[in-house]
């Protein structure tokens, strides 16, 4: 199982963070969070009182910050060498981040480090324009999707194992309102790849999404195999 790129676009709640984690362990691949990227840009933004609306200075931010994925048992985010993985799943930096994310010079800079990082291959990237934009001929092209109602309620089950208060309504407008602005932005939004296979996640658990996601690689790693023969 070598050397793919499987590209992995979905909604907030879908599940494909998780399974991404998991099937890139299975394979022994890296994994790419390309949702965690942009959310250190946003904690950044915070960090330096940046007004998020202020597409300029936040462009400006963007350049001059160090961003790494290192994998040690699941993904830990460092932000100008600050450890920052458990802060840029806050709540604030949650409303932020589709702003900043729809920001030209903040995407184009995500985009260029996504290509260098998962150019040699055996990578899963998980994101919103992963199989769109940032590896157009991946190998692998999945696009998870999940009744919205049901996000909302795994988002409050996370919540809550956090020990974190939760309120499912305002969970709910909140993915809705985010589903809203990720599909509509004008660069690069959330879409379906054209040859992208859609895997519905509503009403399956993790562990059959990680087996799905697995023998539709293993498929293509046998057609890929037996072109070379
Ligand atoms: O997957 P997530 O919820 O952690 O992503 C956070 C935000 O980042 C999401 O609202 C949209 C944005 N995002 C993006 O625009 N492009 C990506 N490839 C990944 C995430």
Same mark, same amino acid.
């Given at each position: 199982?070598?050397?793919?790129?499987?590209?992995?676009?979905?909604?907030?709640?879908?599940?494909?963070?998780?399974?991404?984690?998991?099937?890139?362990?299975?394979?022994?691949y890296l994994h790419i969070d390309t949702g965690?990227?942009?959310?250190?840009?946003?904690?950044?933004?915070?960090?330096?009182?940046?007004?998020?609306?202020?597409?300029?200075?936040?462009?400006?931010?963007?350049?001059?910050?160090?961003?790494?994925?290192?994998?040690?048992?699941?993904? %830990?985010? +460092?932000?100008?060498? $600050?450890? !920052?993985?458990?802060?840029?799943?806050? =709540? @604030?930096?949650? *409303?932020?981040?589709?702003?900043?994310?729809?920001?030209?010079?903040?995407?184009?800079?995500?985009?260029?480090?996504?290509?260098?990082?998962?150019?040699?291959?055996?990578?899963?990237?998980?994101?919103?324009?992963?199989?769109?934009?940032?590896?157009?001929?991946?190998?692998?092209?999945?696009?998870?999707?999940?009744?919205?109602?049901?996000?909302?309620?795994?988002?409050?089950? %996370?919540? +809550?194992?956090?020990? $974190?208060? !939760?309120?499912?309504?305002?969970?709910? =407008? @909140?993915?809705? *309102?985010?589903?809203?602005?990720?599909?509509?932005?004008?660069?690069?939004?959330?879409?379906?790849?054209?040859?992208?296979?859609?895997?519905?996640?509503?009403?399956?658990?993790?562990?059959?999404?990680?087996?799905?996601?697995?023998?539709?690689?293993?498929?293509?790693?046998?057609?890929?195999?037996?072109?070379?023969?």
């Amino acid at each position: 199982m070598k050397n793919l790129i499987i590209a992995i676009d979905g909604t907030a709640g879908s599940g494909k963070s998780t399974t991404a984690r998991l099937v890139a362990r299975r394979l022994q691949y890296l994994h790419i969070d390309t949702g965690a990227m942009y959310r250190a840009v946003a904690l950044a933004v915070l960090q330096n009182n940046i007004n998020p609306d202020d597409k300029d200075a936040v462009e400006k931010l963007v350049e001059r910050l160090k961003l790494r994925l290192r994998q040690n048992n699941g993904i %830990e985010v +460092l932000l100008n060498d $600050e450890h !920052v993985t458990d802060l840029i799943r806050r =709540s @604030d930096v949650t *409303s932020i981040v589709s702003t900043i994310s729809s920001y030209e010079g903040v995407r184009a800079k995500m985009v260029e480090e996504q290509r260098a990082m998962g150019k040699n291959g055996s990578v899963v990237l998980e994101g919103r324009d992963i199989g769109t934009v940032v590896f157009p001929d991946a190998d692998i092209k999945l696009f998870f999707i999940a009744d919205v109602e049901e996000r909302a309620r795994r988002r409050c089950r %996370e919540l +809550l194992d956090k020990g $974190e208060r !939760v309120d499912f309504e305002t969970i709910l =407008s @909140d993915i809705k *309102s985010r589903d809203y602005f990720d599909s509509t932005r004008a660069i690069s939004p959330l879409k379906k790849a054209h040859d992208a296979i859609t895997i519905d996640t509503s009403n399956i658990s993790i562990d059959e999404q990680v087996e799905k996601v697995l023998s539709i690689v293993a498929k293509r790693q046998n057609v890929k195999s037996s072109v070379k023969e």
